[in-house]
Structures are given as structure tokens and as C-alpha cells.
């Protein structure tokens, strides 16, 4: 199954807001941005994936995104993370009638283009999916087969929402780098623990030395 994935962005400069404490505000946007550039990376070399399209309105990620393959399209609804979704997905629709159409998040600096598609092949087996976040409150992808609407219920506790409007959890395969997105200085350590791609790891010697703890 040839999936479009659709990953939202805020502009760099409100992205990442609660990473702050941990690696200060001036080196936060740049962080979001390699987060960004590392999930589409490892995405895009994930055999079922037919394309990604990236929602943002911030011009300095638009360049970096559409040279590694990307379709970056504006936010026009302008009314958060959900409506961003849905109008990614409307867009890749209105060129592919019919795709099966997934959301992702933009924050999975340790992605795992393997781990992506195990998740994947399990979601195809059902018409919505997802799959929680590494804390099993919030949710780091969601997905719609052919004739199902994504129906994006993200922010805060959306693994209850996602799972209270019929999706189907997905919890057979072994995806770490799929669940751990990145929100806080502690999920960052996690996330270099598990090994982290180039783009973050090329700004990981800047970051606080307690950041690092994880000796990447």
C-alpha cells in the first residue's frame, strides 16, 4: 500500500515551546526544524510511503523540506494542529482520490524508517489506526485506508479520543522510534538514546551538557 503521509509543522519560532527550559529559547526553533528534517528523512525512505506533505507557513523549513522530497504546502485554514491535518489530507486527496492517507508527527528525531513501515503494514489491516506516543497519552500517528476519513483528534490526551472515535490502536509491533516524539528536555534524552538522525545529532554538541546525559 503506497501511503501519503501528512506531517504538520508550526512556525519554528512557537515550535517545540516546551523544550525551552532544556536547551534555551534561541536554539529551540533550530531543534524543531531538525526534528522536522529527520522524521520526513527517515519517512521518505520507507518503501510504502508514496509521498509526504508537510503543512507549514514557515518559509525558513519550507526550503530544507521540499529539497529532501517533500511537498510543503501553507496551513490555509490557520485553525491548529487538526485542521492542518485535515487539510493535508484533503490536499493529497484531491490528487490522489483514494490514498491511504496517515498523519505523522513532526517531532520523531529518532525515527526508524523499518519501525515506520511495521507500523504502517499493521494499520493497512484496518480502515483507521493509530499508534499512541511513547507516555501512552497523546498519539504520533494516525492513519485512514481508502474511503476513510483521517479524522485528526491530536493534542493532549488524543490517544483516548483517537480510540473513542472507532479507531483501531496498534500494538503488535515493536516501534519505539515511532512513539517518541518530543516535547520536553526529558524526551530528548530519550530520544538520543535511542539514536537520533543526522540533522539532529549535527546540533546535538550544542545542546546543555545534562541534555546529553545520554553521551550522544
Known sequence: MGWSLVVPLKPLVRAKSRLSAATGEEFRPRLALAFALDTVTAALACADVQDVVVVTDD???????????????????????????????????????????????????????????????????????????AADIGTTLLTATSGAELAPAFGGPSRARHLASGAREITAPD???????????????????????????LAAPALPPQVRASGV
Open 59 to 133: 518559509w525558513r523549513a519550507g526550503g530544507p523540506l521540499t529539497a529532501l522530497g517533500a511537498r510543503v504546502v501553507p496551513d490555509t485554514p490557520a485553525r491548529g494542529l487538526n485542521a492542518a491535518l485535515a487539510h493535508g489530507a484533503e490536499e493529497v486527496r484531491a490528487r490522489r482520490p483514494g490514498a491511504a492517507v496517515a498523519a505523522l508527527n513532526a517531532d520523531l528525531p529518532a525515527l526508524r524508517t523499518a519501525e515506520l513501515a511495521r507500523a504502517l503494514h499493521s494499520a493497512s489491516l484496518f480502515p483507521r489506526a493509530f499508534l499512541a506516543d
Open 175 to 201: 516501534v519505539p522510534s515511532v512513539r517518541r516524539d518530543v516535547d520536553t528536555g526529558e524526551d530528548l534524552r530519550a530520544a538520543l538514546a535511542l539514536g537520533v538522525g543526522p540533522h539532529t545529532a
